[in-house]
Nanobody, 126 residues
């Protein structure tokens, strides 16, 4: 099994940037499709972005398209989420998730992913 640990969260002002990292251990990251989800205060967990095992397939939620960039470095067993032009509505706990790579299909549901990190808090002040 793969273990995931997120880092990079924090407090930032509106319009600022943060880069989240998700470090994987236990299995080669190249075997997994990866995703970022977030859970705003009092709301359900929601999809943010996903990237396939080879990095070819990338998909974003409409709410972050053009502002966030997901990437992966399989050699470092790490997935990143670069977040620019942050808004107060981006405030949430951000989670990294993994599923065994199964082709070019895009998966955006929480039930599609079997492995999760503990989350990292991102707070955007107005």
């Amino acid at each position: 099994q793969v273990q995931l640990v997120e880092s990079g969260g924090g407090l930032v002002q509106t319009g600022g940037s943060l880069r989240l990292s998700c470090a994987a251990s236990g299995r080669p990251l190249s075997s997994y499709s990866m995703a970022w989800f977030r859970q705003p205060p009092g709301k359900e967990r929601e999809f943010v972005a996903t990237i396939g095992g080879s990095g070819i397939v990338i998909y974003y939620a409409d709410s972050v398209k053009g502002r966030f960039t997901i990437s992966r470095d399989n050699a470092k067993n790490t997935v990143y989420l670069q977040m620019n032009s942050l808004k107060p509505e981006d405030t949430a706990v951000y989670y990294c998730a993994a599923r065994v790579y199964s082709g070019f299909r895009v998966y955006t549901g929480t039930s599609d992913y079997g492995f999760w990190g503990q989350g990292t808090q991102v707070t955007v002040s107005s």
